[in-house]
C-alpha cells in the first residue's frame, strides 16, 4: 500500500514500481497523471478497475472507463474519491457530448433521445411519453432480471452509477457513435441494432428499436447483469454465457414475457440451421460472435447452450457462475483454460451437452405448449429499419425473362414526428428502384404502387437477378438532404460486387 502523498517517476525501473503500486491498491480511487496520445498531460481523478495487456482500465466518477497504457501513467495521489456523478450530472455530461437531446432522470435510469433534427413544439408531448414509455420499460426489464437472480441463487448488489439508455433518432448518428466507441472492431455498425457498451457502461439503440424493445431488452438485461455485479465489466467472461443469458429473456413491446428457464421461440426456430460452427467452437473462444457471418450462429448457439444449463443442470450452473464472478477486469484468458473450466463446472464437454440438446428442447416445446412455427409466405418481405416499417409483395415474371416486379406498404414508426423516406430495393444484378415520399405522418401508413426492377445502380450491370434486399431511408422533412430529395436528387445505389475467394 502507497502512503499518502505524491511522487514522479521516470524510467523502467520507475514504470515497474508504478505498475506494482497500482495493481496493489486497486480498490482504491485516486488522482492519475498521464500523458494521452497526444503527447498532453493529463489528470484525472479514478479508480483502477484493472489491468492487463499493458493497458490500465481507469473508473471515473461517471461510470465510464478511460483505458490508458501503463507506460504513460506518470503520477499517483492517493485520494478518496471519485464519488459517482447523480442523474442530473449525468444529463448535464449527455448534452454537452450529443447537443440535440431529450433527457430525463428517475434513478437509477436516465433515458437520452438523441435527435437529428431540433423538434418543432408541436411534437414535444410525444417525446415525453416516449421517454416515459421506456423509463417503465427500464423498470420492467430491473424486476424481471432481480428475478431470474433470485431464482438462479446468483447475488446482485444495487448500481453504483447512473444506468444510461441512449436512444437514436439517426441512424448515421447511431453508427458514427458506434465506430467511436467500438473503433470500428466487431460486427459492420450498418449490422447492428443496439449495444451496451461495458466502456462507456452506457446503452445505446435505434430508436426504429422502441417500436418492440427486442434489442433494448437484450442490451439492458447486460447493462443489468454488470451494474449489478453479478460480473465485473472488462472480466473475460465467455461471449457465449453474455449472450446467453441475455437472449434468454423474451418481450412483447414494455411486457417482457420470459425469462431465460423459458423457451425463446426465435432462437429455438433457427437452432437446427445453425451448423456452421458448433457449441465447442462458442465455449472455447469469442470469434464468431465478431464476425457478420457467424454471429448469427453464435447467438442461436450461445441461447441453446445457456437454457439447458439453466434448465438442467442447475447445480453446476450456480457453481459455474460463482467462478466467473471472480474474474477480474482484463484478466488473460485462454481457449485452453475457457474450456477447462466449462467441463470442471459441468463434468462433461460442450460437445457431448450439445447431443442431448435436441430431445432437451422437444420435450420443452411440448412442456410449454408452444404454437407451431409459422411458416414465411414465398414472394412476401418485411424489413423494419431508420423509422420505416415496409411489407413488401416481389413478384418474378417469368414471362418477361425473369424481371422483378415489387409493391408495398409504408409505415413512419417514429413516435414523434413526420419524417420523409426514400425507399429503395436492389438487386444482386445492379438494378434497382424506388419510392420517395415527401412527407409521411408518424404512425401513417402509405401504398407503393407496383414498379419495375430496371434502373441500372451504379456500377451495375443488369440482367436476371439471384436475390434483392431493401434499403430504407429517412430524414426530417425540413432537412436541406430531404429538400434535395424534394427537387428529385436522390441518392443513386451503389453497386458492389461480391469479393471472389
Same mark, same amino acid.
Given at each position: 500500500m502507497c502512503a499518502t502523498g505524491s511522487f514522479v517517476i521516470s524510467g523502467? %525501473?520507475?514504470?515497474?514500481?508504478?505498475?506494482?503500486?497500482?495493481?496493489?491498491?486497486?480498490? #482504491?480511487?485516486?488522482?492519475?497523471?498521464?500523458?494521452?496520445?497526444?503527447?498532453?498531460?493529463?489528470?484525472?481523478?479514478?479508480?483502477?478497475?484493472?489491468?492487463?495487456?499493458?493497458?490500465?482500465?481507469?473508473?471515473?466518477?461517471?461510470?465510464?472507463? #478511460?483505458?490508458?497504457?501503463?507506460?504513460?501513467?506518470?503520477?499517483?495521489?492517493?485520494?478518496?474519491?471519485? @464519488?459517482? /456523478?447523480?442523474?442530473?450530472?449525468? /444529463?448535464?455530461?449527455l448534452k454537452v457530448k450529443f447537443g440535440a437531446i431529450e433527457a430525463v432522470e428517475q434513478g437509477p435510469y436516465v433515458i437520452g433521445l438523441v435527435l437529428a433534427a431540433p423538434l418543432p413544439k408541436s411534437q414535444e408531448r410525444r417525446t415525453r411519453g416516449l421517454l416515459r414509455k421506456a423509463f417503465r420499460f427500464m423498470q420492467n426489464v430491473e424486476s424481471i432480471f432481480l428475478r431470474f437472480a433470485r431464482t438462479a441463487r446468483f447475488p446482485t448488489e444495487p448500481p453504483r452509477f447512473p444506468l444510461v439508455l441512449l436512444i437514436f433518432e439517426s441512424g448515421d448518428d447511431f453508427e458514427k457513435h458506434i465506430v467511436e466507441v467500438t473503433g470500428g472492431q466487431g460486427l459492420s455498425a450498418q449490422n447492428i441494432a443496439g449495444f451496451y457498451s461495458g466502456i462507456t457502461n452506457w446503452l445505446a439503440v435505434r430508436l426504429t428499436e422502441c417500436a418492440t424493445f427486442e434489442v433494448p431488452l437484450h442490451e439492458a438485461i447486460h447493462q443489468q447483469v454488470f451494474n449489478r455485479h453479478v460480473f465485473q465489466r472488462l472480466a473475460p467472461i465467455p461471449r457465449w454465457f453474455n449472450e446467453g443469458i441475455a437472449t434468454g429473456f423474451e418481450g412483447n413491446g414494455e411486457r417482457i414475457k420470459t425469462g431465460p428457464t423459458k423457451i425463446n421461440t426465435r432462437y429455438a426456430r433457427q437452432a437446427g440451421r445453425a451448423t456452421l460452427i458448433d457449441w465447442s467452437d462458442v465455449v472455447a473462444d469469442d470469434r464468431a460472435f465478431q464476425g457478420d457471418v457467424l454471429a448469427g450462429n453464435a447467438y442461436t448457439h450461445a441461447w441453446s447452450l445457456h437454457w439447458l444449463l439453466v434448465s438442467k443442470h442447475k447445480e453446476s450452473y450456480s457453481r459455474y457462475v460463482k467462478m466467473l464472478s471472480q474474474k477480474k477486469p482484463l484478466e488473460p484468458s485462454s481457449a485452453e483454460q475457457r474450456t477447462r473450466e466449462f467441463e470442471e463446472a459441468f463434468g462433461t464437454g460442450a460437445g457431448q451437452l450439445q447431443s442431448e440438446f435436441p430431445r432437451a428442447l422437444k420435450a420443452g416445446l411440448k412442456r410449454q405448449n408452444l404454437p407451431p412455427v409459422k411458416k414465411e409466405k414465398p414472394?412476401?418481405?418485411?424489413?423494419?429499419?431508420?423509422?420505416?416499417?415496409?411489407?413488401? $409483395?416481389? /413478384?418474378?415474371?417469368?414471362?418477361?425473362?425473369?424481371?422483378?416486379?415489387?409493391?408495398?406498404?409504408? @409505415?413512419?414508426?417514429?413516435?414523434?414526428?413526420? %419524417?420523409?423516406?426514400?425507399?429503395?430495393?436492389?438487386?444482386?444484378?445492379?438494378?434497382?428502384?424506388?419510392?420517395?415520399?415527401?412527407? %409521411?405522418?408518424?404512425?401513417?401508413?402509405?401504398?407503393? $404502387?407496383?414498379?419495375?426492377?430496371?434502373?441500372?445502380? $451504379?456500377?451495375?450491370?443488369?440482367?436476371?437477378?439471384?436475390t434483392f434486399y431493401v434499403r430504407i431511408r429517412s430524414l426530417p422533412p425540413g432537412s436541406q438532404e430531404a429538400q434535395r430529395w424534394q427537387r428529385g436528387r436522390l441518392p443513386v445505389p451503389v453497386f458492389r460486387r461480391p469479393q471472389k475467394r
Open positions: 523502467r %525501473l520507475a514504470l515497474l514500481v508504478v505498475f506494482v503500486l497500482l495493481s496493489a491498491a486497486s480498490a #482504491r480511487a485516486d488522482w492519475f497523471t498521464y500523458v494521452d496520445a497526444d503527447g498532453q498531460s493529463v489528470t484525472a481523478e479514478a479508480r483502477l478497475a484493472g489491468s492487463g495487456e499493458g493497458v490500465h482500465a481507469l473508473e471515473l466518477a461517471d461510470g465510464q472507463f #478511460r483505458m490508458v497504457p501503463q507506460r504513460a501513467v506518470m503520477k499517483r495521489e492517493i485520494a478518496p474519491g471519485p @464519488k459517482p /456523478i447523480d442523474g442530473d450530472a449525468m /444529463i448535464a455530461l414472394g412476401f418481405s418485411f424489413t423494419q429499419s431508420n423509422l420505416g416499417e415496409l411489407e413488401l $409483395k416481389a /413478384i418474378r415474371r417469368l414471362d418477361l425473362g425473369g424481371l422483378l416486379q415489387v409493391e408495398g406498404r409504408l @409505415k413512419n414508426i417514429s413516435p414523434i414526428r413526420d %419524417l420523409a423516406f426514400y425507399v429503395t430495393v436492389e438487386t444482386t444484378a445492379g438494378t434497382y428502384t424506388g419510392w420517395h415520399v415527401p412527407k %409521411l405522418a408518424t404512425n401513417k401508413i402509405v401504398r407503393l $404502387k407496383l414498379q419495375q426492377v430496371l434502373t441500372l445502380m $451504379k456500377n451495375g450491370r443488369g440482367g436476371p437477378a439471384d
